[in-house]
């Protein structure tokens, strides 16, 4: 009936059949190695973006959480008295504390990397928590995907800055919402002795080289401080990092360990 | 390249897939936690994010 069927030669048959020619051209072997390696590398990359900002994210979050966990089990079981006051220069008068538990105490320096506070940033995340640790080298303390303090600004709690910095574009991208933070949102900083309330108040967009932005007054060399103040620095704009975004807030509170953990992250502290 | 591996792959076509497979999910674990935290550190200071003199 139809014409397709019958009308096909019969001798084309037997040549359809014939097996494929195996000899390729030198040439069209090597375009086609190097048209496989080229798609190699683009699924490589894609692969490296992927692992860079979902599962090395994720690792590292995990291991966050679980560096603050073991923080402050320690902290909770260790029932040593505060430690003693660093001896910072201060120009501070005495006063009549405005805290309810009187003067926040300051941690002592600590060691180069190692991780002395936890940060709690509702705003982040109902669950966020991530350790801060001393300096601000990108090996040893940015990429493991907490904060670091700029190891030359003051401690939480002094009067002056404790300026802190982290990733919001990989590493776990602590300060991803870092230009989300509201006027009046709570930055919690734990450490051994207690639990600092800083108040987010302004932000801020500096160059790279903004440094005077972790000045103990911000902006304001040589000026001496009367505020207890923190600073989060990140890199703005996303993915390009050609400027920083500064967060920054005032300390409102502060709550010894004895008194237990501020309501809002009673939650999340401890294991 | 990928055709030449397939032909040196000894088995039926279902032991083939199966090598494969392994070989494959092995070369995802060496890529994720030996060669990617490695161009990681190679990379790591150029996405700064802090203030610097």
Redo the contacts between chains.
């Keep these: 009936m139809s014409e397709q069927g019958d009308s096909a030669p019969a001798d084309i048959e037997p040549a359809r059949m014939r097996p494929r020619q195996k000899k390729r051209g030198m040439v069209s072997r090597v375009v086609?190695?190097f048209g496989?390696?080229l798609i190699t590398a683009g699924v490589?990359v894609l692969?490296?973006l992927g692992?860079?900002f979902s599962?090395?994210g994720i690792m590292l979050s995990n291991q966050q959480a679980s560096d603050a966990d073991s923080l402050a089990q320690n902290w909770a079981t260790q029932t040593a008295a505060p430690t003693p006051t660093a001896t910072q220069p201060s120009a501070e008068p005495v006063a009549p504390s405005t805290f309810q538990y009187g003067e926040p105490p300051t941690l002592a320096t600590p060691g180069n990397a190692q991780e002395f506070a936890i940060l709690y940033v509702p705003r982040f995340g109902s669950d966020f928590k991530k350790t801060i640790a001393e300096g601000?080298d990108?090996?040893s303390v940015?990429?493991n995907g907490g904060a670091?303090h700029?190891s030359t600004t003051q401690m939480p709690g002094q009067v002056g800055n404790f300026a802190i910095?982290?990733?919001?574009?990989?590493w776990g991208s602590p300060?991803l919402k870092i230009n989300e933070l509201q006027v009046g949102d709570q930055i919690y900083v734990e450490t051994q002795d207690g639990w600092y309330t800083y108040t987010y108040r302004s932000s801020e967009y500096?160059t790279?080289?903004?440094?005077g932005?972790?000045d103990p007054v911000p902006q304001n060399p040589g000026a001496s401080p009367v505020d207890r103040l923190i600073t989060l620095?990140?890199?703005n704009p996303l993915?390009i990092?050609s400027e920083?975004v500064?967060a920054y807030g005032v300390l409102t509170d502060w709550t010894p360990r004895s008194a237990g953990p501020p309501a809002a992250i009673a939650g999340l502290t401890g294991a | 390249m990928y055709a030449a591996l397939w032909h040196i792959l000894p088995g039926p076509v279902w032991v083939r897939i199966l090598i494969l497979l392994v070989l494959l999910a092995a070369v995802l674990y060496a890529l994720a936690f030996w060669v990617f935290p490695w161009i990681d550190d190679l990379t790591a200071p150029v996405r700064d994010v802090t203030v610097d003199q």
């Design positions: 086609g190695v496989e390696l490589l692969l490296f692992w860079q599962l090395n601000v990108p090996r940015l990429n670091g700029y910095a982290a990733h919001r574009d990989g300060f500096v790279p080289y903004g440094v932005v972790i620095t990140s890199c993915y990092a920083r500064i």
